[in-house]
Each structure stands twice: as C-alpha cells, then as structure tokens.
C-alpha cells in the first residue's frame, strides 16, 4: 500500500503546477520516471474507429502508437481487445514477432524492442491504454508490473476526471469520448472527416471506411492520418470496389 500510495504522489506532484496543456506529457514522463522504459504514451479509445492520442514522452512513443492505429493491430489494440495487460518482451522474437508481425517490424524500425499496453478503465470496460515501450529486450519483473499497473490506475482516473465538453452538467459515454478528445493533444479529427468522406463515397459504415483508408496507408507506407489529410483536400478519392 505504501509503494502504491508513492506511485500515485508521484504522477500527482508531475501534474501538479503545470499548464493543463502540459499536464498529460507531464504524466508521461512520469511513467517512464518510475519504470525501467524508455517511453509511454496513453491513448484513448471510443471503440474500433474512434481513437486519439492522449500524450506521448517522445517521438518514438507517439510514432508507435499512430503505427497501431493505422495497422488496427499491435499490443495496444489486443489490449483493448480483451480489457487486460498485454506484454511483449521482444518484439524481434517469437511469440511476440509472430503475434503481429507488420507492427513488430515497424516497432523494431523505430528502435522500439519491448511494448507494454495496459487497458485504462474500470469495471472490465477499457476506455484506453497506457503504452510503455523500450529500447532493449525484457519483460517487466513482478514488482515493476505492479508499479505500471498502479501507474495506469493513476492515469485512468486523470483521464475519467477531465471536464465534460461544452459546459455540460451530466455524462453519457458519447461525451466521454468526445471531451477525451477534444483533451487530445495529436487528435484524428482529420482521419474522422475524411472516414465521413469516405463513407459517403462508398455509401460504407465507419468500420469499413476506416479499414479502406488503412488498406491504402498500408500499401503506400504511410500513416493512416497522412491518407486521411489526402481525402479531406480532394487529393485522393476512394472508389466502390
């Protein structure tokens, strides 16, 4: 109780003080300060097409967590997937290498050996993750598990306490989703336009207009922001199959 109650002071004396802006990279670093990882970053989720980034520590942390959301696939959305922590020691490797082999590459071309995505949430519902990563091989030592997952409890309730948007008094889970991102600090606001386009276009619902825009990101290496800031300016048009 002692060790967690220091987990939980230290990401609140991170947070404390700083512009609310800064708040959530704040967070971040602080994660990486009480955990043997190079990077986090916490995403937030709304379901399978509705996902942001909350905060990254560096580049790299944010670079991986836009490679999952293009790829729809990584510990991040397994994470999601089944509400529990998901540990990958060594992406260069298998069981890790073989349970997503195109994130594993990118992960491993981004200097990223090791991912750790633990599910934001209460009550088994996950509302997003907090994603660790590091720069060698190795998995998390019981004691420092406990640490990250204390962590991830503290990040949770910084997220479920941000102020709902537009004033309004009362909660209801599409306002939950939409006042986390309008927190975001790398939103998709692009990636959902240019799914409306899209869905339009291909008269499609969102899952499939999302996953035609990620096809395309992944053929032509790019993200799947990238390829939406292309439909949004009428650079590119998707066509019915």
Do not use: K, N
Not at 162 to 168: D, E, I, K, N, Q
Not at 186 to 200: F, P, R, W
Not at 204 to 219: G, Q, Y
Request: hydrophobic letters at 45%.
């Amino acid at each position: 109780m002692e060790r967690r109650l220091r987990v939980i002071e230290s990401l609140a004396a991170a947070a404390a003080g700083v512009d609310t802006q800064q708040a959530p990279q704040a967070l971040c670093r602080a994660c990486v300060g009480l955990l043997p990882v190079t990077g986090a970053s916490v995403s937030i989720s709304g379901g399978p097409t509705v996902r942001a980034t909350w905060c990254a520590s560096d580049r790299v942390a944010a670079q991986l967590a836009e490679a999952q959301y293009t790829l729809g696939d990584g510990p991040c959305q397994t994470a999601l997937d089944v509400a529990a922590p998901v540990l990958a020691g060594d992406l260069a490797a298998e069981p890790d290498s073989r349970r997503w082999p195109v994130f594993a590459h990118q992960a491993l071309a981004l200097g990223a050996r090791a991912v750790f995505s633990l599910p934001l949430g209460v009550g088994g519902a996950a509302i997003g993750t907090l994603d660790l990563y590091r720069d060698r091989p190795g998995g998390l030592s019981a004691d420092e598990l406990s640490t990250a997952l204390w962590a991830r409890d503290a990040v949770t309730f910084a997220v479920m306490d941000l102020p709902p948007r537009h004033g309004a008094t009362e909660w209801v889970p599409e306002d939950d989703v939409a006042s986390w991102l309008d927190a975001s600090e790398t939103g998709h606001s692009e990636v959902y336009q240019a799914m409306g386009i899209v869905m339009m276009r291909l008269r499609a619902d969102p899952e499939e207009a999302l996953d035609r825009m990620r096809a395309r990101a992944f053929v032509q290496g790019r993200t799947v922001t990238e390829v939406a800031r292309d439909v949004v300016a009428r650079r590119l048009t998707f066509r019915p199959e």
